[in-house]
């Protein structure tokens, strides 16, 4: 068991249970289907990790993952989870803050952005093999989005180190935005200058923006995102309202203010 | 050979096409009920009845081209229409009910904002008539040239359904793809010149 100290982030919203947590997830790199992360990831080689922390740091380098988390307090941070996909869930994550990392290595006034990738090894990562998708997994965050106290290194759920479906060894969490947002299996944190091309913005620039703030009032084009899906309901659990911000609207929203929503989707 | 298959097609009745058309449906009932559905049992349904639904429509389109070739199933026609209808209609239940829980105001917004959810709708309506007309003695009202022409909404209906489904992907997979080119197929064969129009009538 991993020891974390309680946060006062979380949720009293009940976590969903540990297997659905485990069992559907989003994770193309194993496959497009929700039950394929937890049949193919147990073959990713997750020791020895590494990250590459580079562009415009005072300490750029390779990190063996031991030496990313080092120093860092541990949280368990209950958070919502809401997918793009209209559905949602409660993980009892464990992790620290993205802010503390990056307050290590310094970050150079120049800075604006920060981007990740996700590990690309095809031979363990089945679903790499698909064409459709420009690998690597890249998502990116605007600097004070990813120095906001809420964002989140997780390196366990449940207490547990993170199972290989949900993002081991280490993965991002920024639990006001869709969860495509929040990249698995890290590699690579940059700081960059200017805004970093993004996965699914690269795929469907119209349906997924940079910023993908859970927002009830903005359509997905093909879809509404007024309401969700809770897993674990039920046959019969029905939707609730999707909350602005993902419910984080007292946090977060200053990160916005002035912000046109609507095109900055 | 092909006349053997007829041959032993013709043996068959049609009740036993009926039957293994429902064993999906009560699969994904039992499924429900023993919560063998996964984590989210509402999709898992959702997605099943779907796919039931355009593969008996395909399987529907598929008897005139396979007659062609020699292969004569036109007695399961009817079943394999009625079953898609079936399970067309049953996706939308689910959907109504179970994933979208009778938010009506929502599900209206839906309707007109949404093309997937649109061409979902169009391919449900334009099975109706379909539906409504498969007895015998529809045929015999109608005449069996309007009859045809009627039928004819199946093109639409598989259309409408590869198009919902192409709509709601994420992102393509080589099985969207598949039922993409199947429908186009079997409709493209359709236009191809009948050959053997000369034979004799009656043959």
């Avoid at chain 1, 940079?210 to 809770?230: D, I, L, M």
């Avoid at chain 2, 013709?10 to 009932?29: A, E, F, H, Q, S």
């Avoid at chain 2, 409408?160 to 197929?185: D, F, I, N, P, R």
Wanted: aromatic share 10%; net charge positive.
């Amino acid at each position: 068991r991993i020891e974390a100290a309680p946060s006062r982030y979380s949720t009293d919203a009940k976590p969903t249970a540990l297997e659905d947590i485990t069992s559907y997830n989003n994770f193309y790199e194993f496959g497009t289907g929700k039950g394929d992360p937890a049949k193919y990831a147990g073959g990713l080689t997750v020791d020895p990790w590494s990250v590459v922390i580079d562009g415009l740091v005072d300490k750029p380098g390779t990190y063996d993952l031991a030496d990313v988390i080092k120093g860092q307090p541990l949280e368990e941070r209950i958070y919502r989870f809401r997918c793009v996909e209209a559905w949602a869930m409660v993980v009892p994550w464990i992790g620290f803050e993205l802010a503390g990392l990056l307050n290590r290595v310094g970050v150079q006034p120049s800075a604006k952005f920060v981007a990740f990738e996700t590990l690309v090894r095809p031979e363990e990562m089945p679903g790499q093999k698909s064409p459709f998708i420009d690998w690597p997994y890249r998502e990116g965050l605007r600097l004070d989005e990813a120095m906001h106290p809420l964002t989140i290194l997780a390196t366990g759920l449940y207490g547990e180190e993170m199972p290989k479906q949900n993002g081991a060894p280490i993965r991002l969490v920024v639990p006001w935005k869709y969860g495509f947002k929040s990249i698995k299996s890290i590699v690579r944190i940059s700081l960059v200058d200017k805004m970093p091309r993004t996965t699914w913005n690269m795929l469907q620039p119209s349906e997924y923006g940079f910023y993908s703030n859970v927002n009830p009032k903005v359509s997905h084009p093909r879809w509404s995102q007024a309401s969700e899906r809770v897993i674990g309901s039920g046959l019969f659990g029905g939707r609730q309202d999707t909350l602005m911000f993902n419910g984080y609207e007292a946090e977060v929203a200053g990160l916005y203010s002035g912000m046109d929503l609507k095109a900055n989707y | 050979m092909m006349d053997g298959v007829n041959r032993l097609a013709r043996k068959v009745p049609t009740w036993v096409v009926y039957l293994l058309g429902l064993v999906p449906l009560g699969y994904l009932i039992w499924g429900a009920v023993a919560g063998g559905l996964g984590p989210d049992p509402v999709k898992a349904i959702e997605h099943a009845l779907g796919e039931r639904g355009l593969q008996f429509l395909l399987a529907s389109l598929a008897v005139t081209p396979l007659r062609r070739l020699g292969l004569n199933l036109v007695r399961f026609r009817r079943a394999l229409g009625l079953l898609a209808f079936l399970y067309v209609a049953l996706h939308l239940t689910a959907w109504v009910w179970l994933d979208m829980g009778l938010r009506f105001g929502e599900m209206a917004t839906d309707l007109t904002k949404r093309p997937y959810i649109i061409a979902g709708m169009v391919g449900f309506v334009v099975m109706l008539p379909l539906a409504a007309t498969s007895w015998n003695g529809a045929i015999r009202r109608m005449g069996a040239v309007a009859w045809n022409r009627l039928h004819r909404l199946a093109y639409v209906a598989i259309l409408a359904g590869v198009l919902h489904l192409s709509l709601l992907v994420k992102v393509w997979t080589v099985e969207t793809l598949v039922y993409v080119a199947l429908a186009l197929g079997l409709l493209a064969v359709r236009l191809v010149p009948k050959a053997g129009r000369a034979r004799p009538a009656g043959v």
